[in-house]
């Protein structure tokens, strides 16, 4: 399969406990995105990457929120001390180069206790 | 800043009669995507629209977008049990995606 996969794809932790997430774009797409979605909701954008470098960032991210993809390739988020309200489908998509099309994985469920 | 809304958040229809749904942005996009997200699943890209009035069919779906570049609608022709699923439309300027129009067909 060359789409886009994401792991875990569940995740339950205890309120307090640092969770994070993988995603593996499609090969040689080089831009990377990160949503959060809630039941009822269109994916909320949080942050997205250009190769390695993170171009944007949104003001919904606190600071306990942080995301890398150190080789351009695969990509991490990270959420630290969760919280409840944090429990949410966490997506990951990518868009090969010059195209806004975006492919998304299967997601990461999120459940904070 | 940039708002994305689509109309109507929920949409019940018999197998066979045709769906519409309406995307609005606040403010004049360069292009629109159009996803559809089945339940339990992931958004998957239908299609991208890029010029002012364009339109463009897939089989039984029509996507337009406005002469304004402000809104677009999706609309299917004769709904089957198939295209049950959540439509959202999807301003790239911003990457900001509607709240979606939740479709329900019934048999």
């Known amino acids: 399969d060359t789409g886009v996969s994401q792991n875990p794809r569940h995740k339950i932790t205890k309120r307090g406990q640092n969770v994070t997430f993988r995603c593996d774009p499609i090969s040689e797409h080089n831009r990377l995105y990160w949503y959060r979605q809630t039941l009822g909701q269109g994916p909320e954008f949080l942050t997205y990457?250009?190769?390695?470098?993170?171009?944007?960032k949104s003001r919904l991210l606190s600071d306990r929120f942080s995301a890398e993809r150190p080789k351009g390739s695969f990509s991490t988020l990270e959420i630290q001390r969760t919280e409840q309200g944090d429990s949410a489908m966490y997506l990951c998509a990518s868009s090969p180069w010059g195209a806004d099309t975006q492919y998304f994985g299967p997601g990461t469920r999120l459940t904070v206790l | 800043g940039q708002q994305v809304m689509q109309i109507p958040q929920y949409q019940h229809v018999q197998e066979g009669e045709d769906f519409t749904t309406y995307c609005n942005s606040s403010t004049t996009l360069s292009n629109i995507q159009w996803y559809k997200q089945r339940p339990g699943g992931h958004p998957v890209f239908l299609i991208q629209l890029v010029k002012s009035g364009e339109v463009k069919k897939q089989k039984r779906l029509t996507f337009q977008f406005g002469e304004a570049k402000k809104n677009s609608s999706l609309h299917i022709t004769a709904t089957q049990t198939t295209d049950v699923g959540t439509y959202f439309c999807?301003?790239?300027?911003?990457?900001?995606f509607g709240k979606g129009t939740r479709l329900h067909i019934l048999p």
């Open positions: 990457f250009q190769n390695e470098a993170q171009l944007e």
């Open positions: 999807a301003g790239s300027d911003k990457i900001i």
